[in-house]
Nanobody, 121 residues
């Protein structure tokens, strides 16, 4: 199996910063895309940022220029650096990874449990 464990959430004032981490472990042959999604109160889950195996990134318009996604392939870890946080960034942030568990395996979709980010004064 594959597990994704997030860390780094918490309470921060508007304008502040947080850094989220997500480490993948278990039976991993390779990881394709890694991403962060979020789900705010009463809202649908939305893609925040994605990084593929080649390091190419994609961001939601609402966070572009404020958030930065990166990954450490040696550690099977993805990060989300969040700056200039706004109250509307309040949400549960979930880590996603597309993982092949063996050379003969197709990629599967895996999710973390989520970490709460609250932006409030």
């Amino acid at each position: 199996q594959v597990q994704l464990v997030e860390s780094g959430g918490g309470l921060v004032q508007p304008g502040g910063s947080l850094r989220l981490s997500c480490a993948a472990s278990g039976s991993i042959f390779s990881i394709n895309a890694m991403a962060w999604y979020r789900q705010g109160p009463g809202k649908q889950r939305e893609l925040v940022a994605l990084v593929n195996s080649g390091g190419n990134t994609n961001y939601a318009d609402s966070v572009n220029g404020r958030f930065t996604i990166s990954r450490d392939n040696a550690k099977n870890t993805v990060y989300l650096e969040m700056n200039s946080l706004k109250p509307e960034d309040t949400a549960v942030y979930l880590c996603y990874a597309s993982v092949r568990r063996s050379v003969t395996d197709y990629s599967g979709n895996y999710w973390g449990q989520g970490t709460q980010v609250t932006v409030s004064s």
